[in-house]
């Protein structure tokens, strides 16, 4: 490991070493175990998912149930391998029931995520469903949305479904392969851009 990689790791280590102390506030009311983010810390793909469900707070890897299996074959259709991006969640801890995380603890989780996104600086941030897209860039409205890419601050944020909702409801399905198609073509038209 080069010197800039074992020091972002050792970055990475002290964001999620403080995330797990937020537990210890009386209040907390979501699973104990942080899921902590997989990938390369210099992914130039980020996946932000909402929260761990029930299997991945069990096992502490992120996106290894059903949603995570339909994500894998997503991320292949957009010509991607999961080794090769960074993925993670808004909020890193299981909410019991797994119900959606209040307002409240998005806001609480949100510091942890943008340093985290500070650290890895990935070109391109993949947005899973309507509290990942509402928490980054205020689009909630994820069956309008979906499919639309927003350029700020340097990186480009692409809207689309929860894969969850393609494992709930079967029709989300070639609307989600759809959306990955699209981002898959516009992955390709950068990095041939950047090779000329
Ligand atoms: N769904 C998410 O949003 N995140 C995970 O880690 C797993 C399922």
């Known amino acids: 490991m080069n010197g800039s990689k074992s020091n972002r790791k050792r970055e990475m280590d002290a964001i999620n070493h403080e995330y797990e102390k937020l537990p210890s506030a009386r209040t907390w009311a979501l699973s104990r175990r942080l899921v902590r983010g997989e990938g390369p810390l210099d992914s130039k793909i980020m996946v932000v998912g909402q929260a761990p469900g029930r299997f991945e707070d069990a ?36 909410p019991p029931k797994n119900r959606k995380p209040s307002d409240e603890e998005i806001a609480k989780c949100m510091p942890f995520l943008k ?15 309507a509290v990942s897209a509402g928490a980054l860039v205020g689009k909630s409205k994820v069956m309008s949305d979906h499919g639309s890419f927003v350029e700020r601050d340097g990186i480009t944020y692409f809207v689309t479904l929860h894969p969850a909702a393609g494992v709930r409801i079967k029709r989300n399905i070639p609307v989600l392969e759809g959306d990955f198609k699209l981002l898959g073509k516009r992955i390709s038209r950068a990095r041939a851009k950047s090779r000329k």
């Not at 985290?116 to 469903?129: A, F, S």
């Open 59 to 94: 096992s502490g890897r992120p996106f290894i149930g059903a949603s995570g299996k339909l994500l894998d074959r997503l991320l292949g259709i957009a010509g991607l391998d999961r080794k090769e991006v960074y993925i993670t969640s808004v909020v890193q801890f299981f």
């Open 115 to 129: 340093k985290q996104i500070n650290l890895i600086k990935p070109e391109v941030i993949v947005l899973l469903g």
